[in-house]
């Protein structure tokens, strides 16, 4: 048999009472008995992948996921999308880049993908593509290489992430790039 009891008299206290980060203070519940965790992405961090910050006067927990970088763009062919501009630095530096796209044609409704494993150095402020990136593309109908293609790209100081969509068709394209860095 199941029961519920309910107790009109009081408020009910919340079951969670604090939730620490890895850096600022323990975050209690506000009122309603609710503790955000909000997720936001940084391009400007080596040392860690992910890392919590709490904010006790806002009731929040900042989640942040570092050596991300996102890109989108809409297009329709035949145009070469730049998805992401990602300037290096002024510090010697090689970055290993493990990319992941994703292509909708929104004409005919069909769909492609690609991913890249490529490496970048930055020597003196310009950008160098270390060998020949490594690529697997899949698709459908137009999407299919050579009319379609997605590139890593060194153009001075910056890496760039480009999609060339192909003729005739309106694409969506979204990119994921997770890099290591070494100076």
């Given at each position: 048999?199941?029961?519920?009891?309910?107790?009109?008299?009081?408020?009910?206290?919340?079951?969670?009472?604090?939730?620490?980060?890895?850096?600022?203070?323990?975050?209690?519940?506000?009122?309603a008995h609710n503790i955000n965790i909000l997720a936001i992405t940084s391009e400007d961090f080596n040392a860690l992948e992910l890392q919590t910050v709490g904010v006790p006067a806002s009731n929040t927990i900042t989640?942040?996921?570092?050596?991300?970088?996102?890109?989108?763009?809409?297009?329709?062919?035949?145009?070469?999308?730049?998805?992401?501009?990602?300037?290096?630095?002024?510090?010697?530096?090689?970055?290993?880049?493990?990319?992941?796209?994703?292509?909708?044609?929104?004409?005919?409704?069909?769909?492609?993908?690609?991913?890249?494993?490529?490496?970048?150095?930055?020597?003196?402020?310009?950008?160098?593509?270390?060998?020949?990136?490594?690529?697997?593309?899949?698709?459908?109908?137009?999407?299919?290489?050579?009319?379609?293609?997605?590139?890593?790209?060194?153009?001075?100081?910056?890496?760039?992430?480009?999609?060339?969509?192909?003729?005739?068709?309106?694409?969506?394209?979204?990119?994921?790039?997770?890099?290591?860095?070494?100076?």
């Amino acid at each position: 048999m199941s029961q519920i009891f309910a107790d009109t008299g009081s408020t009910p206290s919340a079951d969670i009472e604090t939730l620490t980060g890895d850096q600022g203070l323990a975050v209690g519940p506000d009122g309603a008995h609710n503790i955000n965790i909000l997720a936001i992405t940084s391009e400007d961090f080596n040392a860690l992948e992910l890392q919590t910050v709490g904010v006790p006067a806002s009731n929040t927990i900042t989640v942040t996921q570092f050596n991300t970088i996102l890109g989108s763009a809409t297009g329709t062919g035949v145009t070469t999308l730049t998805l992401i501009t990602f300037d290096l630095g002024l510090t010697d530096a090689v970055y290993v880049m493990d990319i992941t796209l994703a292509v909708f044609d929104f004409t005919n409704d069909i769909g492609a993908g690609c991913n890249i494993f490529g490496t970048i150095r930055t020597i003196g402020g310009v950008a160098t593509i270390i060998d020949t990136p490594d690529k697997v593309d899949n698709g459908e109908g137009s999407l299919v290489f050579p009319g379609a293609d997605c590139n890593m790209i060194a153009s001075g100081n910056n890496f760039l992430l480009q999609y060339l969509v192909p003729v005739g068709v309106t694409v969506r394209v979204s990119a994921f790039v997770h890099y290591t860095k070494q100076e």
